[in-house]
């Protein structure tokens, strides 16, 4: 079976294995051929569920889940006139640490499109017409490929909408502080973060008078969270 999956060129990209998930929303990615009708996914064994399809891949959004490891498994229905199952994943999901040590949390959405201005107009032109309040945005190009992130609240079926629009979107929780606007600041959090064997993914903000506002994705949040706790000042 795990021949004709990789000769199909299907598996499942999100979660990763052995992946540690840290938010209290999750969106399953897996990848299929182009001509699969339906993709569905089953976890810890609960009834299948329907994935949805935009931009080239199947979506599921989990929820309502709880601490512990966890099993996923993925099935393309019908392939060639077949039902293939796609190996399994399994992964862990720790939120405790997180929900109790209070650190300063909001939603970061990532947006991937091609590298044109009237994508773009597309995208900002929808945040407005659904009053998305944004923390904070930036965009970054590779090649003809551009990445739109911007921090808000969590605003239900945002992604939903994005994604209606054939654009793939990567919604997730990221730590957002404020810290005094001075680089000693900033290098105390990052050398604590350092100390503690926790790597940066990206670090990004902007200055409001004498305080910077800083949204901080990180590879262990749940150790993060205390130390984000001690150097934010809101």
């Keep these: 079976m795990q021949e004709t999956m990789r000769a199909i060129k299907a598996n499942i990209d999100y979660p990763r294995e052995y992946e540690r998930i840290t938010s209290h929303h ?43 490891e966890h099993e996923i498994v993925a099935r393309i229905l019908p392939f060639d006139s077949q039902n293939y199952v796609i190996r399994s994943r399994r992964f862990e999901v720790d939120l405790e640490n997180c929900k109790s040590a209070g650190a300063p949390m909001v939603m970061q959405y990532s947006v991937m499109t091609s590298n044109d201005p009237w994508t773009v107009s597309k995208i900002t032109d929808l945040l407005s017409k659904e009053d998305v309040v944004m923390h904070g945005m ?17 605003c239900d079926g945002l992604r939903e909408k994005l994604e209606n629009e054939g654009l793939s979107v990567v919604e997730k929780e990221v730590f957002h502080l404020e810290i005094p606007n001075h680089p000693e600041e900033l290098h105390r959090l990052v050398r604590s973060l350092a100390e503690n064997g ?27 969270a205390p130390l984000v706790s001690r150097f934010s000042v809101n």
């Design 26 to 68: 999750y969106t399953f990615r897996v990848k299929a051929p182009l001509n699969a009708e339906k993709v569905e996914v089953c976890v810890d064994g609960s009834p299948w569920q329907l994935c949805r399809y935009s931009a080239g891949y199947w979506w599921f959004d989990w929820s309502n889940y709880t601490s512990g």
């Design 198 to 224: 926790i790597h940066i993914r990206s670090l990004y903000g902007s200055v409001e008078g004498k305080n910077a506002r800083v949204a901080l994705a990180v590879d262990k949040p749940e150790n993060a």
């Design 138 to 154: 930036m965009m970054v190009t590779m090649g003809d490929q551009s990445t739109l992130q911007f921090m808000a609240p969590r």
